[in-house]
Nanobody, 124 residues
């Protein structure tokens, strides 16, 4: 079981940038697809983006061109660089583990272990 801890959230103004991090335990991180999801108050958890074990990426249309996912396999860290933030990006952001040797899936059911989330608030 991989344990995940997100960090880097905060309160920012529209148009600002934030970088979220997700630290993973264990030695299997490099073989796992990883994903970012978010959940706003009163809404279902939704896909943000994912990265396959070989580095291929996939993004939700709502963040494509603004968000970038990357991974540091040497240090077991997943990143989400968020640029040009909008109020509608406000949510709790979660990282999750995907399939071993998997691609960048976008279905919540394809992800197993989850972190506790980090709050991102975009407001003027």
């Amino acid at each position: 079981q991989v344990e995940l801890v997100e960090s880097g959230g905060g309160l920012v103004q529209p148009g600002a940038s934030l970088r979220l991090s997700c630290a993973a335990s264990g030695s299997t991180f490099r073989t796992l697809a990883m994903g970012w999801f978010r959940q706003a108050p009163g809404k279902e958890r939704e896909f943000v983006g994912a990265i396959g074990w070989i580095g291929t990426t996939n993004y939700a249309n709502s963040v494509k061109g603004r968000f970038i996912i990357s991974r540091d396999n040497a240090n077991n860290i997943l990143y989400l660089q968020m640029n040009s933030l909008k109020p509608e990006d406000t949510a709790v952001y979660y990282c999750a583990t995907g399939a071993r040797l998997g691609g960048p899936a976008d279905n919540l059911a394809d992800f197993g272990s989850w972190g506790r989330g980090t709050q991102v608030t975009v407001s003027s």
